[in-house]
T-cell receptor
Framework: SAVISQKPSRDICQRGTSLTIQCQVDSQVTMMFWYRQQPGQSLTLIATANQGSEATYESGFVIDKFPISRPNLTFSTLTVSNMSPEDSSIYLC???????????FGPGTRLTVT | DQQVKQNSPSLSVQEGRISILNCDYTNSMFDYFLWYKKYPAEGPTFLISISSIKDKNEDGRFTVFLNKSAKHLSLHIVPSQPGDSAVYFCAATGSTLGRLYFGRGTQLTVWP
């Protein structure tokens, strides 16, 4: 399975500011996914990021709020823009396994917006 | 609309006993099901999966059962150990869907 790291692991941010979360994978992968887990909720897919193309956003998520970059096959960033307390969540990146449907997750970024 | 449902937010089991975690789904397009385990401050870890062409898959202490007619699957952990205490997420996908759909998770506590 791939080894995935995320930076930062946690942050406390003020309302109205933006935070960029980095996701680094130890092998080349085609698809990367960004999820959000709000307190007590399931993992919700924000967008799918393929290298060399625009990210595909799920219903309820827009590029202006969550811009994503995917400059190469091992790295992606997610920016949470103009933050509000409702954005307080754990943000996770994941990648698919080479052979099946399994996804492997990074450790997550715990964001608190005050 | 929650297409994957875990109706029990928590489960408490004594060490050595069986833990049974349940999951229901609504989308008939799902044909592959997964269970993830999540410890605090860590990302979810893939545990076990099952294809819709099977009704059972076993890996050591973990067994997943699938009842397609009832759109229900369950994860059995035997024997349960204190280190199994974590949040367990059920997830589903399909060959044409390209993404995973997650339940809300069940907090399993295994006490000595």
């Amino acid at each position: 399975s791939a080894v995935i790291s995320q930076k930062p692991s946690r942050d406390i941010c003020q309302r109205g500011t933006s935070l960029t979360i980095q996701c680094q994978v130890d092998s080349q992968v085609t698809m990367m996914f960004w999820y959000r887990q709000q307190p007590g909720q399931s993992l919700t897919l924000i967008a799918t990021a393929n290298q060399g193309s625009e990210a595909t956003y799920e219903s309820g998520f827009v590029i202006d709020k969550f811009p994503i970059s995917r400059p190469n096959l091992t790295f992606s960033t997610l920016t949470v823009s103009n933050m509000s307390p409702e954005d307080s969540s754990i943000y996770l990146c994941s990648v698919t396994s080479g052979s099946g449907y399994e996804q492997y997750f990074g450790p997550g970024t715990r964001l608190t917006v005050t | 609309d929650q297409q994957v449902k875990q109706n029990s937010p928590s489960l408490s089991v004594q060490e050595g006993r069986i833990s049974i975690l349940n999951c229901d789904y609504t989308n008939s397009m799902f044909d592959y099901f997964l269970w993830y385990k999540k410890y605090p401050a860590e990302g979810p870890t893939f545990l076990i999966s099952i294809s819709s062409i099977k009704d059972k898959n076993e890996d050591g202490r973990f067994t997943v059962f699938l009842n397609k007619s009832a759109k229900h699957l369950s994860l059995h952990i035997v024997p349960s150990q204190p280190g199994d205490s974590a949040v367990y997420f059920c997830a589903a996908t399909g060959s044409t869907l390209g993404r995973l759909y997650f339940g809300r998770g069940t907090q399993l506590t295994v006490w000595p």
